[in-house]
């Protein structure tokens, strides 16, 4: 385990969130990016307050046990609001390869040891981790989507009618689910 | 290793990750996907007589407008300038503080900022000064003038149709601006050379032709209320009766389509019929629906105050050749709002009908005194204070409720306490969400004022989300799982928008949530709710939700 960089990330870890979250909030433009990072209210910002959590429970992962259901719970709200926000896949996880970037600036010094250098190699490894799960939520919401797309109206209205017998037993006009 | 993977630095310099700091107006626009409607279908533009009536594609360069496009807007936004006064004022008052720029919900949920009221707004306003004030003549850009181009045109199109009319941004300007007028008549402008979406104009299309927004005939409107009579029978073991046009009767009982046709919305027209049922064998109560006037709703609305008034005039024709004395009205949103600000000036007065008054209570309704016609809430919210029904909130014990102000019953009309009042007499679990995102401050479901297509998804669930994000706040906090809300394009909206967010809740009318705690003179055991599940079995379930909680 790579504990002497964990310490220092534990040591840091304000600094790097606060970093992170600036980095996230770049995906868009300028004025959207100042109200996600001004506005605190949880519930006039979500996008802001979700991606700041999740920042959050990422970080307590990066350093800790790494259990997948956290991960995804750290990861999912941030994807979820990113797949359907016209970000391309690339675009929505750009910011979890971010961190590697952060953290590599803010030790640069510590990292030009070998010991520290392969520490630091582990943790790519997780950070790693967390792009890829990013992209299954990110395409799992996308096909959330679609289908709610190709399926919404049809189920409704169709299954209504279905229910008074107003549609022909058989037809082929079925929705998918 | 295998394969070098790119470092981070080279990754964020492949992707360009952070878009460029300009001004709104050098943005260039970007049609995306799932951000719009598909154009009209021409059929229903001609039907509707609407100018411009042709096959296009937003995606196309080519829009097919009519050739002297810049004449006829130009002169369509001189006319309208004289006419609504409002609109003149709106385009010269605006300081641009700001203080409505993080209030629209399609600007919190999309993150891009031409959808900060301020700058849909000015989309029109831009070219409101190059057109029609000699500053803008004069200094053009350096005062935020400039002339309509292709380019502005279609960004006007594609903005104004990511703005639902909720109104929310009125509410913070210091001015009292209202952009969902800028909205209204900006898509005014826009039909005038011909740029509509399918979704707004073939319900008006059907609505004109057959009654209703789905186009349903008055046969298939009768079958499917036979259908309710059935299954209400099954469920509770009486036999309801509703009436038909009926001649003299004292009440027109008008509601959105949607209500009678698409789930879950089907399961609050069924309460009707019982409550109806329940005040005729109680108290003689005389109500008659119509196959005629069988939309409350107008996506009119959504188009031009011509073709608004046209759908809506059907509810006072209807209401004068039956004789009725008033009209009731279901759970619908912009409905309200057409009624309220509209209805009475645009097809009344209605001198022909009565200042409403509950005949069971003989309260009289002074709300609507001048429109005529009572919200439903508003009449079993008075049947409740004055003790006529009876109740047994038990069988939704299992439920654990949240509401949802409609924007327009909401705004539109000031509707907050009777909806309230009804669901907190016929359940026990009530939770509110928090209070910036209920009442006036409600958030819209994101689909409302016609942008309640399947193309424009994810229009809807980004707009949605600070809506959903405060649906899950209560769901997490309190174990909330249904969300009662008092409009039709809700009950259809908002299932796609719990399911994308906060899967576990469900979303009913309020009058479902009625119907299932009212008891008929004369019925059998009631095992199930109106959705035919076990009552038992939901209790086990909710109770075991708890212990584990
Ligand atoms: S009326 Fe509603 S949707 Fe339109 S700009 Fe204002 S807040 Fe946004
Ligand atoms: S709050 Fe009113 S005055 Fe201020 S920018 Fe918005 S519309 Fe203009």
Redesign the pocket.
Known sequence: MAEALISLIQKKRATIVSKWFDSTVQAYPHDTAVFLKSQKDQFANPVGSSTRQGIETLMDQLVGEMAPDAIKAGLDPIMRIRAVQSLSPARATTFIFALKQILRELFRKELQEADMARQFFDLEARIDRFALDGFDIYMGCRERVLDLKANEMRNRTFRAFKRAGLVAEGTDNEPKE | MAEKQPTPKEMLDRIDYQPPHVDWMETPLDIRKGMYCYAANPKSVATLGLPNARPWNPLDADWKLPENWQQIIHEGFKERLERFRSVKVFMDI????????DKCHYFIGTGDPKNM??LR?ELLRSVYRNDFTRLGKLLGKANGARPLTLDVLKEWWYYLFQCSECRR?SL????G?D?AEITIFGRELLNLVGLNIDWIATPVSNCYMNGNHLGIQPHAFKDMLDFFVDDIEEKTGVKVAPKYMKKGADILFITPSGDVFADPGTYTAMGYMMLFHYLEEKYGLDVTWSTYASEGGNFGFFTSHETMKRLNAKMYAEAKRLGVKWILGGECGHMWRVINQYMDTMNGPADFLDVPVNPITGTRFESARSTKMVHITEFTADLIRNGKLDLDPARNDHLKVTYHDSCNPSRGMGLFEEPRYVINNVCKHFYEMPANTIREQTFCCGSGAGLNAGENMELRLSGGLPRANAVKHVHEKYGVNMLACVCAIDRAALPTLMDYWVPEVQVTGVHELVANALNLPGQAERTTNLRGEDLEELKAQAEGETDEG
Not at chain 2, 172 to 175: G, H, K
Request: glycine fraction near 6%; include cysteine.
């Open positions: 605006c300081v641009r503080c700001g203080a409505c720029a009221p301020v707004a941004c913070f300007c210091p001015y601006i952009t």
